[in-house]
């Protein structure tokens, strides 16, 4: 059974951190990237941060880069969302996701999904 566990949500004020932790187990990264993507009512779901795990690539969405850093445990096959300088924009459900990579050695295929950590900002 493949499980993915978040943890690390929270609710804090405006300029605040927090760090987000997920763990897989039940399955091998070897072709895939872990990261994050959010969702807040009545707005698209949108990618945070990806970490594609052969090659040790990162890559950020611009709202994300300066004040989320992305990073990982290979021996736990755990990967972490370090956020700062929090906004209220930045307040949604954020979902850890394992990304099958394409042919060209990109991430394309959501295959599993955690059931989500709130992340919650005040002004």
């Known amino acids: 059974q493949v499980r993915l566990v978040e943890s690390g949500g929270g609710s804090v004020q405006a300029g605040d951190s927090l760090r987000l932790s997920c763990e897989v187990s039940?399955?091998?990264?070897?072709?895939?990237?872990m990261g994050w993507l959010r969702e807040a009512p009545g707005r698209e779901r949108e990618f945070v941060a990806m970490?594609?795990?052969?090659?040790?690539?990162?890559y950020y969405e611009e709202f994300a880069k300066g004040r989320f850093t992305i990073s990982r445990d290979t021996a736990k096959n755990a990967v972490f969302l370090q956020m700062s300088s929090l906004k209220p924009e930045d307040s949604a459900a954020y979902y850890c996701v394992v990304m099958l990579l394409d042919s060209s050695g990109k991430p394309h295929d959501i295959e599993d999904w955690g059931r989500g950590t709130l992340v919650m900002v005040s002004p």
């Open positions: 970490f594609l795990w052969r090659s040790g690539i990162t």
């Open positions: 039940g399955r091998t990264l070897e072709n895939h990237a």
